[in-house]
């Protein structure tokens, strides 16, 4: 329960056993879900096979108070907003460091394979642990990906093997081998996966109804990673991980009535290697170190007699260079934690008057928590400076922003009390400041406010939580058209107003274990930017104001058997709020069949998904259809 | 007490799905024919990628004088992605719809009588021109195209242009194009086509460059282009010389009357890019040159700071319909008498109006 580190930092000098486990814990500290002053949600690796959960978007879409837009199939980009912010507010930790992109902003977390995920966690505000890098603390919400850790138990060597095989020509295979070796453990995964993605689908237009199939919504990656992790009696702790990743897709675009020409093709290349490094000095004194290169890769092309030569094609590279330190020093009932990164993105990309843009990152993040009794209060400030050098043309100001957050918690054992006000700022991507006509130095960040007070109670058999939010944004970076050309600029201002509720319940029926979940959001977001506008107080596009999701799994020995449902009330695709404007509310239900055998010591998992039972043709966004009613078959083998 | 709790749950569970899923479509929208009598077709371009261009029938001298999305409402299904250009012409009108990539013939009521669907070669429909019993369609595959009005279904002809030419219009015997861009060159090439061998005449080399809009006015000829640095300027273009001069600012131009009637939506950046619309309405004496306001803007001030989008004249009547848009809400048509003055003004059924066609 209390596996987040700083929750327990008050009971550092108790026993060496205690800290042990706590320093440990960290690594999983994804797995508490209750109990902290924000907001957090998880799902594991089980929920995810008996829930049929396909990849990590439609993990995240689960979760209440997340809007996930999913431009639907495999390849389909897929980011994830949170209450209302924005997708480039929420930021994405992929093993503890947190991962980037600095050119288009949001990351695409339809990239991330689901097969390897042990557990993914959503906070809205900030990770609870305060030994984190200062990148932690920094934005509105934070998605943490923590990929499966071996399992040693009575061995020494771990080896799996997944295969998924489903519809539209689905198909994906991965192995991942693990062995022992005094105090560290090494470990590599594989994977291969492809998709047509030719589904069918059928839009209404008027009287009639567009039927026809997704073309050009094929993709292939492939993705390798290997682990070194080490673990000294609770002293040091470090994962050095490498990883590359290779994609080719086609995009399929919007359905464009009476003409289908999608010719757009998307290859990615990325490759990183990062090294988190926990050590602990004294009991109550630890220190954490990080170090990421990445480099990512992509090319662009579109096929269209418009161009010069029938075709476009553009290149962009990104590197970047990270370092992170961060120390925790406890004294009872006091707890303070600073943390420093340097952060160094490049781009280089042969868009027309791209002006290959450096941008040097400092962000600094000090924490100090008070702990007395059954209250917890903890202030955190956030530090940023950054600064750009172009080859040419302008370049931004220097970012220097401080930035403040406060939480309040009661907690006893079985509810929680919780309050949180903080505020965060997006900055701007490469592409809003430098993209060809678009792109306009002069922007400013995006401004963030966001306040939560809410509860929860729970007990082994069942739980509940309670939040309610108002947020606002300022300053939105935004492409305004003229007559002329589409560019950058900030305007606009938007008020959320949100609850989400959730609740859960477990318990036997005769052998039948039962686990029912079901939440609730309420989100009330609206455009305040001018009060003599046809837009003031219109609801923002793709913002239901009413969604919810609920799921039923029943164990039963070696079977489950599943049943979930992701409802969303009626959006707007476009600012005005006119029927025109809306799309459809949809009830998307699936079910899913998991047996495991056990062979001669090794455990076989195999389920059976029926996604989309009822085949709705909806969509997340307009004129993106969703597949309809589809199969997926998935074999876990565990040596 | 478990058993109660799920009673409760699967009851939440239910009404939640009912609260969701169980909205109506709305109940069939009565379906009016369009009427014939005096009436202005309006298309509404709509957005990329949203299916949403429409079109719109007003009745200038009736009361209930709007019907919307008359053309859905006539061939059961919507006009498509993005309506780019529309022309009455015969006892036909004819509508361009760029993403959907097709051209249609409709009937005066609105009904598509047939159509041509662009090939990937042929490019984008992008806009019209017509003369002698042809239609004639520049697009994005470098070339004007030409349709028999009494078949459209096969195209008669191409001609090879310059660069994703946009708008063309007719002088005498030649067709005028303005040659635009092909991402990243800019085509300073206004290419005239002979009308009687449906050949090029000639490519006119140009200090300038990213051609848009043409106004024949008598002998004279206006054309628009986007300059590097992010404004919409005219020229003056002489057919037989080839000499192109500037010639000030306006962002729509309409011939009517042997005068040019320009609205100029000017586009003003501060420094960090954020944009202040200065829009005004004037008249050109084409034979000196002289400008002189036209619209008294005193009951509709407001589009002195709205784009300008859609501007027409009815050719029967002298009177001016302004249309404005943001590329957000729908937009609304202003209409003023041949003086000037201001009659009325009401919504479209979608964004970005951007063409009128007069129908008698």
């Not at chain 2, 010639?247 to 100029?264: E, H, I, P, Q, R």
Request: aromatic share 12%; charged share 20%.
């Amino acid at each position: 329960m209390a596996s987040a580190l700083l929750w327990a930092v008050p009971m550092f000098a108790q026993s060496d056993s205690t800290i042990h486990r706590d320093v440990e814990a960290v690594d999983v500290e994804a797995h508490t879900q209750k109990r902290q002053a924000m907001p957090t949600q998880t799902m594991s690796a089980i929920e995810i096979q008996q829930l049929g959960v396909q990849n990590l978007a439609d993990a995240v879409r689960r979760f209440s108070g997340t809007n996930v837009k999913d431009y639907g199939g495999v390849g389909g980009l897929k980011t994830v907003s949170v209450r209302g912010l924005g997708a480039a507010h929420t930021a994405v930790s992929y093993d503890g460091v947190v991962v980037s992109d600095c050119q288009a902003g949001p990351v695409d977390i339809g990239r991330f394979s689901i097969g390897s995920i042990e557990t993914i966690a959503l906070t809205i505000g900030q990770p609870d642990g305060l030994l984190q890098p200062a990148s932690a603390f920094a934005q509105a919400a934070m998605l943490s990906i923590s990929t499966r850790k071996p399992n040693f138990i009575e061995k020494q060597t771990d080896a799996r093997a997944q295969l998924k095989g489903g519809s539209f020509g689905y198909f994906d295979a991965q192995v991942e081998a693990a062995r022992k070796v005094r105090h560290s453990t090494l470990s590599g995964t594989a994977q291969f996966m492809r998709s047509r993605g030719d589904y069918p689908y059928s839009l209404p237009n008027v009287d009639t109804t567009e039927h026809g199939r997704r073309q050009n919504s094929d993709i292939r990656s492939a993705r390798a990673e290997i682990n070194l992790s080490t673990a000294d009696s609770g002293r040091l702790q470090n994962h050095l991980k490498a990883y590359g990743f290779y994609s080719e897709r086609g995009l399929p675009g919007a359905v464009i009535f009476y003409y289908q020409q999608a010719k757009e093709r998307l290859a990615d290349k990325n490759f990183f290697v990062q090294n988190d490094c926990r050590l602990r000095l004294r009991d109550n004194l630890m220190f954490r170190f990080q170090a990421k290169y990445n480099y990512s890769w992509n090319r662009y092309e579109d096929t269209n007699v418009k161009y010069t030569s029938g075709r476009y094609v553009e290149l962009n590279t990104q590197h970047e260079g990270y370092f992170s330190m961060a120390g925790l020093w406890s004294w009872r009932p006091v707890s303070v934690s600073l943390a420093g990164d340097v952060v160094y993105n490049t781009l280089e990309s042969d868009i027309k008057d791209n002006p290959q843009p450096r941008r040097l990152t400092f962000l600094s993040a000090l924490n100090v928590r008070a702990a007395l009794q059954r209250f917890e209060a903890t202030a955190t400030l956030v530090a940023r400076h950054a600064s750009e050098k172009v080859e040419f043309g302008k370049r931004p100001d220097d970012l220097k922003r401080l930035t403040p957050a406060f939480s309040l918690k009661w907690s006893s054992n079985r509810a929680t009390i919780r309050a949180m006000a903080k505020a965060t700022y997006r900055i701007p991507t490469f592409n809003e400041l430098y993209y060809t006509t678009l792109g306009t130095t002069g922007l400013k960040p995006e401004e963030a406010r966001e306040l939560n007070v809410g509860f929860d109670f729970g007990t082994s058999k069942f739980d509940f939580s309670a939040d309610f939010y108002a947020n606002n944004v300022e300053n939105k970076i935004v492409a305004i058209p003229t007559l002329y050309v589409w560019k950058m600029a900030n305007y606009g201002e938007v008020h959320i107003l949100g609850a989400d509720v959730a609740a859960g319940t477990e318990f036997d029926v005769a052998a039948v274990k039962l686990k029912l979940t079901a939440n609730y959001s309420y989100q009330k977001a609206i455009d305040v930017t001018d009060s003599n506008s046809k837009l003031y107080k219109s609801q923002i596009p793709y913002t239901p104001l009413h969604s919810g999701k609920a799921a039923a799994v029943a164990t039963f020995g070696k079977y489950s058997l599943s049943a979930t449902t992701i409802v969303s009330g009626k959006r707007y695709f476009l600012e005005y709020n006119i029927p025109d404007n809306e799309i459809e509310p949809y009830a998307e239900f699936s079910a899913t069949a998991t047996r495991s055998f056990n062979i001669g010591g090794s455990l076989l998992t195999a389920s059976l998904s029926c996604l989309n039972i009822t085949d709705n043709q909806y969509s997340v966004i307009k004129y993106y259809p969703m597949p309809g009613r589809h199969f997926q078959l998935q074999v876990n083998f565990t040596l | 007490m478990k058993k109660q709790f799920i009673k409760i749950l699967s009851l939440c569970a239910l009404g939640a799905t009912t609260v969701f899923v169980s909205c109506d479509k709305n109940s069939d929208d009565e379906k009016p024919e369009v009427k014939t009598v005096k009436r202005v077709f309006i298309l509404n371009e709509g957005k990329m990628n949203s299916n949403n261009a429409s079109l719109d029938v007003y009745y200038p001298n009736g009361e209930n004088n709007y019907q919307s999305k008359v053309f859905a409402a006539a061939n059961g299904q919507g006009l498509g992605d993005t309506g780019q250009d529309l022309l009455a012409y015969g006892n036909r009108i004819y509508v361009s719809v760029s993403g959907s990539n097709y051209l249609a013939k409709l009937d005066q009521k609105g009904k598509i009588v047939e159509q041509y669907s662009f090939t990937e070669t042929d490019g984008s429909p992008r806009y019209l021109a017509a003369k002698d019993g042809f239609i004639y369609v520049s697009t994005w595959g470098n070339k004007v195209m030409k349709f028999d009005t009494a078949a459209i279904v096969a195209p008669k002809g191409s001609v090879e242009v310059g660069l994703n030419p946009e708008e063309i219009a007719i002088k005498g015997n030649y067709l005028i194009v303005c040659n635009s861009t092909e991402y990243p060159i800019n085509d300073s090439t206004i290419s005239v086509i002979d009308l009687t061998t449906f050949t090029i005449k000639k490519n006119v080399e140009t200090q300038f460059g990213n051609f848009q809009k043409i106004a024949v006015v008598g002998d004279s000829v206006y054309i628009t282009y986007y300059t590097p640095s992010y404004s919409i300027e005219m020229l003056n273009f002489d057919v037989e010389s080839g000499i192109v001069k500037p010639s000030g600012s306006a962002t729509n131009m309409v011939s009517f009357d042997d005068k040019l009637y320009c609205a100029n939506s000017a586009t003003v950046y501060d420094a960090d890019w954020n944009a202040t619309i200065n829009t005004n309405f004037f008249v050109r004496d084409v034979k000196t040159g002289k400008d002189s306001e036209i619209l008294d803007l005193t009951s509709a001030p407001e589009l002195k700071t709205a784009t300008v989008y859609l501007f027409e004249i009815d050719p029967d009547n002298g009177d001016f319909y302004v249309g404005a848009a943001d590329y957000v809400t729908n937009g609304t048509i202003y209409r003023f008498d041949k003086t000037g003055k201001f009659i009325t003004k009401f919504e479209t059924s979608g964004l970005n109006p951007n063409h009128a066609a007069f129908v008698k």
